[in-house]
């Protein structure tokens, strides 16, 4: 996490490539952060009809926006401070979804971190290495948004 806010964060941002969110206590201490970017991701058809993810016919690609990272401090690990973090990413993403027809949030996960990933409504998209891919379709979040 560390080496990722001192290293990575400030000049992915400056390329204007990703966005980082701070989350930070009454002091100014780091709680935590996550960062987000826009993207594109090829799924075969059974799973996009998992994610309930309908495309027309000529397009291969759907729109969607990726979780980069997701981190809190240890100090304030298992405080709920993932799942506060973890409604902040939903709600900006539905916002962005809602203004620009976005079908997907995803995240390529740790092994690790897939059951915290589930738990916020993730599934499960594919293995790629060391990561697994998850998923999470848009709409019942703008529907959420509109009510």
């Known amino acids: ?41 090829k799924i075969n058809k059974s799973k996009r009809e998992e994610l309930n993810v309908f495309l ?15 981190g809190v401090d ?9 799942s506060f973090l973890m409604s902040s990413v939903l709600y900006n993403c539905a916002k962005v ?3 620009s027809g976005c079908s997907l949030i995803t995240v390529e996960s740790t ?11 993730f599934m499960h998209i594919r293995s790629e290495g060391k990561f697994d891919m998850m998923g999470m379709n848009t709409k ?7 009510s």
Do not use: C, W
Request: proline share 2%; glycine share 8%; no cysteine.
């Open 140 to 146: 019942g979040l703008i529907e959420l948004l509109d």
């Open 1 to 41: 996490m560390q080496i990722f806010l001192q290293e990575e964060s400030l000049e992915l941002m400056e390329r204007n490539v990703v966005r980082t969110r701070l989350v930070l206590d009454g002091n100014k201490n780091l709680i935590g952060f996550y960062s987000l970017f826009n993207n594109v991701v």
């Open 111 to 121: 092994k690790s971190a897939e059951g915290f990933y589930a738990k916020h409504g």
């Open 74 to 82: 240890n100090n304030y690990m298992k405080q709920g401070y993932g």
């Open 97 to 99: 979804a809602q203004m």
């Open 56 to 70: 027309p016919h000529e397009v291969k690609e759907i729109p969607a926006i990726r979780l980069h990272y997701l």
